[in-house]
């Protein structure tokens, strides 16, 4: 009798209805209300279990759980330490550490990843910076589990594609390939994975009746836990239990009832999976698979799955990075039966079977080989600006009409929405300008209305002192990719021209990785004779390499001089935007500013010489320009102390209000024929 009610309950369109009406609610609470730190920021020493790590270079990261998560930075003063720690650290080791809390960073430029956000949507508040690490207790045996088999796979050929493959973990794999062509799914473990170890274990386990699934179970929760309960695995998990209760309890509960189950059950666990990427994907593709229609055909269901899975994601891709890859439906046609059926099994035999090392070895070069090959052909990359999330929903309503009628008309409607997007972000009668929070680095993007034009003067650039091999992180954040990013977001796929005042790294040190990501159809180096920097720009892209660019879109006038000193060589410009003018002075030094005080430099807004050195700046000089607004662009405790107090103390005495990139994050300006508005990140933080 109770289970035949329970039955009854569970199929109810009315109690399925007022779950989701529960859990959101409960959702919308839980975000609504503000999550704090239990610690204080003159918290010095913390105690707790290491959940996860990570050792890149000389940089040592990892989680302490205690009263709640804290995010633990360290850097190793030598090679043996790092060699030490590489042999003893274990998950589930008991640490103690002494340093310094603080709150994590933020984006410095609009619509880029936000790491305080991050880590707070993993109930993350603070981090801490480690002078001192110890070990004051010992992991528990599934820990112990857990790390001997990451010290097995640590020893093995490949062993950054069996870790990422067996265990998800992809901090040691190249991934820019990956992502370019579509394909990083395939090594963040998910529903593939688990679906494949179910049906290896029914067919291994087959003889054990009832008893065979309480094994898999079993066997899949302790899986969960090695890969750190991840939401695509969880989902995968879950549903596998509710498929085997539904069939034991004879419930007779759709799979998508199920899997709707799963989802609130999973929102209940914790909401903020809601805002966690794998989820989102996980998620949106399986639920659209259930109105997909199969074909008979295996190739044509193949390419069906792949589209289906391709327009389920577009949106998230979208919101996340504001690029997708059209052609990732053919290369997923290509890989997924690749990984699927020879590399992921190959990888689960080398852990017993050491003999087939070399099997592995050759498919992965194959691999590699088709994916970098791949990576050469951009045709299919397309750019998708930010929008309202919100408006995506319409999209979803769109492509669900499409698969359960198959209409043409619903799929046209889809491209419809998609051009709209597109177009969206170029219907703009003004210009902008950026001064870009790129550190201790300067980059200044100008852009014309209906984005005719887009110029990029200097790409910031960070410089390694001295470092030595072991130092060297693999997966260190790209300034470059931050700043494509940015443009992406903007509906910019391309930049008309690059200028680089100077050859000084943090004015062009970003500069190859962003010729290598970007469109870029046209340089501009100094005229001064070419540094090692700009020399290996000049022989990688001569091609595209001019004496002067000529905007199209509005006036700007250039002043160079011909010095020795590569700061004392910057090209100047003086650009003129309807009645608005800007001054970019790159690291102009004084003797620079004298001359140019015979011209015509007074203008609305001056780009501060050389990140507010006491070599520029001179009272003369700002007199002459008298901006409304003085930026200086330099990095938060530089090691030159810029702004000097003397820079400072000479725009108070000329009046003139300044802002600087570390306080105030990217700053732009909105130029009309009205005049100017500014505007700050830090204000919309």
Known sequence: MYLQNLKTILRSNGFLFLCFLVVGFY????????????????TTSLIGQVSSYKIDGNFFSFVVMDKEAVQVFYYFDSEEEKDEWLQKMEYGLEVRVHGTMELPSTATMPYTFNYQEYLYYKNIYRIFNADTIEIVGQNSWPNQIKSSLYRQIKKMPAQEYLIAFLLGNMNDLETAALRDNGITHL?????????????????VLRNLGRKRNILICVFLFFYAFLVGFTPSVLRSVFMFYGVTLN???????????????????????????????????????????????????KIV??????????????????????????????????????????????????????????VLTFFLNVFEWLNVGLQQITIGRVVIPYIFAGW????????????????????????????????????????????????????????????????????GGQMNYNTESWQVRKNKVKQASTIKTFL?????????????????????????????QMDIRNIVLNHNAYNSLEQEIAFSYGEKI????????????????????????????????????????????????????KEDIQSDVLKVGHHGSK???????????????????????????????????????????????????????????????????????
């Open 187 to 203: 090594f963040a473990v998910s529903g593939m994975h688990i679906s494949l170890l179910a049906v290896f274990l029914t067919k």
């Open 392 to 459: 995506w929903l319409l999209y979803y309503g769109g492509l669900l009409l499409f698969l359960k009628s198959a209409k043409k008309k619903y799929l046209g409607y889809l491209l419809l929405f998609l051009c709209a997007v597109k177009v969206s972000s170029k219907i703009n009668f003004s210009y902008y300008v950026y001064f870009l929070d790129v550190g201790q680095g300067d980059a200044a993007v100008i852009i014309a209305p209906w984005q005719k034009e887009v110029l990029l003067i200097d790409t």
């Open 27 to 42: 959702v919308f609470i839980y975000f609504l209300l503000p999550k704090e730190s239990v610690y204080p920021l003159t």
């Open 546 to 597: 001019r004496e002067s660019y000529l905007p199209k879109s509005f006036k700007w006038d250039e002043y160079s001089f011909l010095m020795k000193d590569e700061n004392a060589a910057s090209l100047i410009y003086r650009v003129e935007l309807f009645s608005s003018t800007f001054l970019f002075m790159g690291d102009a030094t004084k003797a620079e500013e004298q001359k140019l005080l």
């Open 488 to 516: 992406n977001a903007l509906g910019i796929a391309h930049i008309d021209a690059l200028i680089l005042t100077h050859g000084d790294y943090d004015h062009a040190g970003n500069a190859f990785n962003l010729l290598e």
């Open 301 to 358: 269901n193949l390419f069906l799955t792949s589209a289906v899975a391709f327009l389920a994601s577009l949106p998230i891709s979208a919101i996340h990075f504001y690029e997708v890859n059209v052609l990732s439906v053919i290369w997923n046609m290509l890989f997924i039966p690749y990984v699927t059926y020879i590399l992921y099994p190959l990888c689960v035999l080398c852990l017993f079977v050491n003999f087939l090392t070399p």
């Open 615 to 685: 070599t520029s700046s001179s009272i003369s000089f700002l007199e002459k320009v008298h901006p409304d607004y003085a930026i200086i662009s330099a990095g938060e405790n530089n090691r030159y102390n810029h702004p000097s107090e003397e820079v400072l103390d000479n725009l108070e005495t000329v009046d003139i209000p300044y802002y600087i990139t570390f306080q105030e994050k990217t700053i732009w300006f909105k130029v009309s024929k009205k005049g100017l508005e500014m505007y700050t990140l830090s204000s919309f933080s």
């Open 247 to 297: 069939e034991w309890g004879n419930l007779k509960l759709s799979k998508l009832r199920i899997f709707s189950f799963v989802f609130l059950f999973m929102l209940c666990l914790n909401p903020f999976y809601l805002m966690d990427l794998g989820f989102q994907y996980s998620f949106l593709i399986c639920f659209t698979f259930f109105f997909m229609k199969p074909h008979s055909n």
